[in-house]
């Protein structure tokens, strides 16, 4: 193998870790003698010797037992705060305050008996609301792409009821999370 070059999969493959790793390997240094092809990493396979995956990988996977609890609650962890990401993304109170804002400014104008200006603000509500929908929708379709994620890349690791279990736990704190923007309109 000495002399030759492999992509970032297989080096990937070669070592017993992600991608992903990989390539954090490959910009903090911890992989050197990298040739790069356009947006493709050449690595030389002599550069993988030594390098030493973080936990190694079993060809066979072996039954669901103790150690396996751990690496699920940590990915869990970390889904569950991706999610959470999101959900703070759509920035609800800034939602709230301008619609607060706004309805006030309504009161005050139906009590000068503006129409003009009533109606005005009336259509910036709307538009508020539909603004805020729209993130709420798009801030659903991350979420739903990152519970993807998660059913993907648990699947290597556990066994496939547990990713169901995960999956089920995720989906249910998407619709909490979700269902409290809407009862907080």
Do not use: C
Request: proline share 3%; no cysteine; glycine share 4%.
């Amino acid at each position: 193998m000495a002399g030759e070059y492999v992509g970032i999969s297989e080096a990937a493959a070669i070592v017993g870790v992600s991608d992903a790793t990989m390539r954090k390997w490959i910009h903090t240094g911890r992989v050197t003698d990298v040739m790069k092809q356009g947006r493709a990493y050449q690595i030389p396979t002599a550069a993988l010797d030594g390098l030493e995956p973080l936990r190694r990988r079993r060809k066979t996977r072996k039954p669901v037992s103790a150690p396996a609890v751990p690496k699920r609650r940590n990915a869990f962890e970390v889904y569950i705060s991706m999610i959470e990401d999101v959900y703070e993304s759509l920035e609800l109170e800034h939602y709230r305050q301008a619609e607060r804002d706004v309805l006030e400014s309504m009161e005050q104008a139906k009590s000068a008996n503006d129409l003009k200006e009533l109606s005005t603000l009336t259509l910036t509500k709307v538009q508020i609301r539909e603004s805020h929908r729209r993130r709420e929708r798009m801030a659903a379709e991350k979420i739903d792409g990152i519970i993807e994620r998660a059913r993907t890349n648990l699947s290597r690791r556990i066994a496939p009821e547990e990713v169901e279990e995960v999956i089920k736990v995720l989906s249910m704190w998407k619709e909490s999370l979700l269902k409290s923007t809407e009862d907080s309109q």
